[in-house]
T-cell receptor
Framework: NAGVTQTPKFQVLKTGQSMTLQCAQD?????MYWYRQDPGMGLRLIYY???????DKGEVPNGYNVSRLNKREFSLRLESAAPSQTSVYFC???????????FGPGTRLLVL | GEDVEQSLFLSVREGDSSVINCTYT??????LYWYKQEPGAGLQLLTY?????DMKQDQRLTVLLNKKDKHLSLRIADTQTGDSAIYFC??????????FGRGTSLIVHP
């Protein structure tokens, strides 16, 4: 099992550009999550999907959109990137309520 | 809302024990987790404890939970340079979503 995979690993964008971060899991998990990690801030939840067909906002959703494409895949889109979105983005998944989360390796995004 | 607090840094000598502390505010927490993040990598679950337990031991790792004081600790015995990483405490209560602390950077020096 590959677990949780994320693409790309690194990305540099100019302000105003758009991009989609991809996440896939092969553990048949119901729930998937997007976090961002900034120095000294820990992990902050952007969006999550409790099950296929549902998505909900987390703590810091502004400037992002998500799509739960199917049970395996959960993408995060930046429509118009801003320097404040420079961060490391982690996708995670779990089988459901109060189950352990499994994390992907992260996407490092720099917005100039 | 819920809050999880950790100190940001801990420095220990190789071979010593490390103790990383965490406090949380959600009295309905049912699961408490410790994750490890190595440089350039994602978070990996190290261990977890149910809220009805006081202690859990797993090889070099000992987790202690004081539910009355809402205090969680992770002790790493015989700390090695490979233990250098960021350690995150997280708690999960009545919601889908765990609340993470900001992480403690453990630095192990010879």
């Amino acid at each position: 099992n590959a677990g949780v995979t994320q693409t790309p690993k690194f990305q540099v964008l100019k302000t105003g550009q758009s991009m989609t971060l991809q996440c896939a899991q092969d553990m048949n998990h119901n729930s998937m999550y997007w976090y961002r990690q900034d120095p000294g801030m820990g992990l902050r939840l952007i969006y999550y999907s409790a099950s296929e067909g549902t998505t909900d906002k987390g703590e810091v959703p502004n400037g992002y959109n998500v799509s739960r494409l199917n049970k395996r895949e959960f993408s995060l889109r930046l429509e118009s990137a801003a320097p404040s979105q420079t961060s490391v983005y982690f996708c995670a998944s779990n089988s459901g309520f109060q189950e352990t989360q499994y994390f992907g390796p992260g996407t490092r995004l720099l917005v100039l | 809302g819920e809050d999880v607090e950790q100190s940001l840094f801990l420095s220990v000598r190789e071979g010593d024990s490390s103790v990383i502390n965490c406090t949380y505010t959600d009295s309905s927490s049912t699961y408490l987790y410790w994750y490890k993040q190595e440089p350039g990598a994602g978070l990996q679950l190290l261990t977890y404890i149910f809220s009805n337990m006081d202690m859990k031991q797993d090889q070099r790792l000992t987790v202690l939970l004081n539910k009355k004081d809402k205090h969680l600790s992770l002790r790493i015995a015989d700390t090695q340079t490979g233990d250098s990483a960021i350690y995150f405490c997280a708690e999960q209560g009545g919601s889908y979503i765990p609340t993470f602390g900001r992480g403690t950077s453990l630095i192990v020096h010879p």
